[in-house]
């Protein structure tokens, strides 16, 4: 069965450190890739998704992640986080049949 | 253009009851899916809707019902209601059935239902 593992349950950052969430995901085929975040109280929104092409994707707000196939691996990443991005990750495969399958998600914290 | 519109926002419910959700998706999007998302199970598909027809589904129990309208709305029933049925409940809206082409996999989220059940 597909599924999708995120490393870290919750980081803690200070404003300008650089940020780095894993994702590894388990699927044979053809993938395609997203990452949302879900800031406090709002809805969850794509932040960048990978379909095909290019393996570094850039998203909004700053964001990039890179997909590497060998390591079946799509982390995202951000030189320089800021107090606005404390919220909650999620990496996510689109499945099989097309549904989502999310990771736990990834708490980030940004300390002003 | 408005987004993914669910109602009610919160709901408190006691066991045993049933309750409805609504979901209206994005001006021109056809496809409807529903997750469950909690503290412990992170966001699971529940199923998705296309035309009015279920196209997928989750490995939820048959309590966990749902029905797309020729206007794309959507609605999510959950029967006899158990505490552990206590979540958000988000809908998202894509353009076209996500199982038709992998392009369709991009999804919009609502903000959600929090169901309460006591």
């Known amino acids: 069965a597909q599924s999708v593992s995120q490393h870290n349950h919750h980081v803690i950052l200070s404003e300008a450190a650089s940020l780095e969430l894993g994702c590894n995901y388990s699927?044979?085929?053809?993938?395609?890739l997203f990452w949302y975040v879900q800031y406090p109280g709002q809805h969850l929104q794509l932040l960048l998704k990978?379909?095909?092409?290019?393996?570094l994707v850039k998203g909004i707000k700053g964001f990039e992640a890179e997909f590497i196939k060998s390591k079946f691996s799509f982390n995202l990443r951000k030189p320089s986080v800021q107090w606005s991005d404390t919220a909650e990750y999620f990496c996510?495969?689109?499945?099989?049949?097309?549904?989502?399958?999310f990771g736990k998600g990834t708490k980030l914290s940004v300390k002003p | 253009k408005a987004g993914v519109t669910q109602t009610p926002r919160y709901l408190i419910k006691t066991r045993g009851q049933q309750v409805t959700l609504s979901c209206s998706p994005i001006?021109?999007?056809?496809?409807v899916s529903w997750y469950q998302q909690t503290p412990g199970q992170g966001l699971q598909f529940l199923f998705e809707?296309?035309?009015?027809?279920?196209?997928n589904k989750g490995n939820f129990p048959g309590r966990f019902s749902g029905r797309q309208f020729s206007n794309s709305r959507s609605e999510m029933n959950v029967s006899t209601l158990e505490l552990g049925d206590s979540a958000l409940y988000l809908c998202?809206?894509?353009?076209?059935?996500?199982?038709?082409?992998?392009?369709?996999?991009?999804?919009?989220f609502g903000q959600g239902t929090r169901l309460t059940v006591v």
């Open positions: 998202a809206s894509s353009l076209l059935w996500t199982g038709a082409s992998s392009m369709n996999t991009e999804a919009f």
């Open positions: 699927y044979g085929g053809t993938v395609n």
């Open positions: 990978y379909f095909s092409g290019d393996p």
């Open positions: 996510a495969v689109g499945g099989s049949q097309g549904n989502l399958i």
């Open positions: 001006s021109g999007h056809r496809s």
């Open positions: 809707y296309f035309s009015e027809t279920q196209r």
